[in-house]
């Protein structure tokens, strides 16, 4: 039975995901922020009566609770938790952005450290980053969101090349627009900051719910497929509409003017 850590399972696609891939038998450790999450992750497990999942604290800026996961010998790393603090970069205050790296660059990239020295020792592994559409265009209001998804990227890549040799295979998600609370509260948060009397520019207005978000089960039943190997390819982007969409937007920068 191979064994699956994924950070920020408290929510979302973290933990759809530790769900789906116990059912299909995988043991699951499933790492939430804080305490209170791992109760109602807990509880939601014995109502399903799910048996091989395992949940623990796994705040990445709480060095004991690193520590901790690194005890575990994993076969694969997802690298889902994160942050997003929205506005444009003009008025951002630069303590948002530094602390979006912060939760979605290094404190991740130190944890995957620590798995990579143990999985090279052993001669495999793999690890699944959870990236954005994001991380391959820029949409307006999420710079600093989308610099930290374009960072992954880079960071992937360059570990896909390094780890190769060392049995390790590394691979992307670029999820699209969907419903799972993340991006509307990434909105609603930079409220607590925009002040209109000093902003350079327009900032964002109520309602924080955004229209045409999907159904966040779709990329789930992609990302299991990734992390369990059905679906082989490093880069995916899904729904097939937002690849397209992504790949129009990168080839039209080669002909953009200033």
């Known amino acids: 039975m191979e064994t699956v850590l994924i950070t920020g399972a408290g929510s979302g696609f973290g933990r759809l995901t530790a769900l789906d891939l116990a059912r299909l038998g995988y043991r699951v450790i499933a790492g939430v922020q804080i305490w209170p999450q791992a109760w109602q992750l807990r509880q939601e497990i014995a109502a399903a009566g799910l ?3 395992e949940v623990i604290k796994l705040d990445l800026f709480d060095e004991i609770d690193v520590a901790h996961a690194l005890r ?3 076969d694969v790393l997802f690298n889902n938790a994160g942050v997003a603090h929205s506005g444009t970069l003009t008025d951002l205050p ?3 952005l530094r602390a979006n790296f912060e939760s979605n660059v290094f404190a991740p990239m130190e944890l995957t450290k620590g798995f990579i020295r143990r999985m090279a020792a052993r001669g495999s592994g793999k690890i699944v980053f959870n990236s954005s559409d ?3 265009q820029t949409p307006p209001f999420g710079g600093a969101y989308s610099a930290t998804k374009y960072a992954i990227e880079a960071i992937a890549a360059t570990l896909r090349e390094e780890l190769k040799p060392k049995g390790i295979s590394v691979a992307t998600v670029q999820p699209g627009f969907y419903l799972t609370g993340f991006n509307d509260t ?3 948060a930079s409220t607590y900051w925009y002040d209109p009397e000093t902003a350079i520019l327009p900032g964002w207005e109520p309602p924080f719910t955004l229209v045409g978000q999907e159904d966040p089960q779709n990329m789930v039943d992609v990302i299991v497929k990734v992390i369990t190997g059905e679906i082989t390819t490093y880069r995916n982007v899904f729904p097939p509409s937002m690849e397209h969409e992504t790949r129009e937007a990168q080839a039209a920068e080669w002909d953009l003017t200033v």
């Open 94 to 96: 630069m303590s948002r």
């Open 72 to 74: 575990y010998d994993i």
């Open 51 to 53: 048996e091989n999942i």
């Open 134 to 136: 994001a991380g391959l």
């Open 186 to 188: 990434a909105l609603e």
